[in-house]
């Protein structure tokens, strides 16, 4: 009876972009967000204006089913809960982007079994009125990426003063990377768990061919440097020339060879000195 009750009014989403969210409200009673905080619609990026690298840096870090699942990734829920089961506390998430994309719009953030019930529900909603692509749409405009900044036109700005369309990969990595813990990682701090999720979502990239050895080369360069770990090699000063060398300093034998002992002093000599 619970599953066959309405809910929100999803088909609207097909054609109209949301001005707001639920967690954008639970955001506002926590005084997270500033007075004059923009709508959604005002900063609003269509799918066309956001790199394909980027749509496939975020699907390969939160969802890589996300293109043949019909909203919940039953597999996935099930090895994580048997995986936290074994553990005995939640190591592993399951939530696909259609999930997470209801719970941003319509749900709290409450954890329990009720909401991540009506969280199923409404994936499955999602999935019946809206395509692939138009969620995908929604969820790169209305996930968080940072206190008070939601959407990827506003986390590109943000965090590096451009578009999304000139992003370079190893910023979309960082921005991907915060996406699990926003309120706690920010692109702009080197933080040892965004870099380690960074550099796992680029091997995913690898391994699915989203990007050549030289793309992945660059971008691990980029990281790097951002971590600063990357320092330049110290500059070479090349020997000075045979002639310029003192001549009172003779270049060490390659072994050391015992001294020659010194001759035997006759008879009324004094002492050798040097």
């Known amino acids: 009876m619970w599953f066959s009750l309405g809910g929100p009014p999803v088909e609207k989403l097909a054609t109209q972009n949301p001005a707001t969210t639920a967690l954008i409200e639970h955001r506002k009673q926590q005084g997270r967000l500033r007075p004059g905080f923009p709508s959604l619609r005002a900063t ?57 994309l209801a719970k941003n719009l319509f749900l ?63 910023e979309m990595l960082r921005l991907a990377a915060v996406i699990p813990e926003p309120l706690r990682l920010s692109p702009l701090r080197p933080a040892p768990r965004l870099l380690r999720r960074a550099a796992t979502i680029l091997e995913r990239l690898q391994q699915y061919d989203y990007i050549t050895r030289e793309e992945f080369e660059r971008a691990e360069r980029d990281l790097a440097a951002f971590a600063g770990i990357l320092e330049p090699p110290p500059a070479r000063t090349p020997p000075p020339p ?27 000599d004094g002492p050798v000195i040097e």
């Open 44 to 100: 609003f990026v269509p799918l066309a204006r956001i790199p394909e690298l980027m749509q496939k840096t975020v699907i390969v870090a939160e969802d890589a089913s996300f293109w043949s699942h019909a909203g919940v990734d039953w597999h996935e829920v099930r090895e994580a809960f048997r995986q936290n089961l074994t553990q005995g506390r939640v190591v592993r998430g399951a939530s696909t982007i259609t999930q997470q």
């Open 108 to 170: 709290s953030g409450e954890r329990s079994w009720l909401r991540k019930l009506r969280e199923f529900r409404l994936a499955a909603r999602l999935e019946d009125h809206l395509s692939k692509r138009r969620i995908l749409e929604l969820y790169l405009n209305v996930i968080e990426f940072g206190p008070g900044v939601f959407g990827i036109g506003q986390a590109s700005q943000t965090f590096f003063g451009k578009p999304p369309e000139q992003l370079t990969l190893a």
């Open 242 to 268: 045979e002639e310029d060398l003192p001549a009172d300093e003779p270049e060490p034998p390659a072994s050391p060879t015992p001294e020659p002992a010194p001759p035997p002093e006759e008879p009324g």
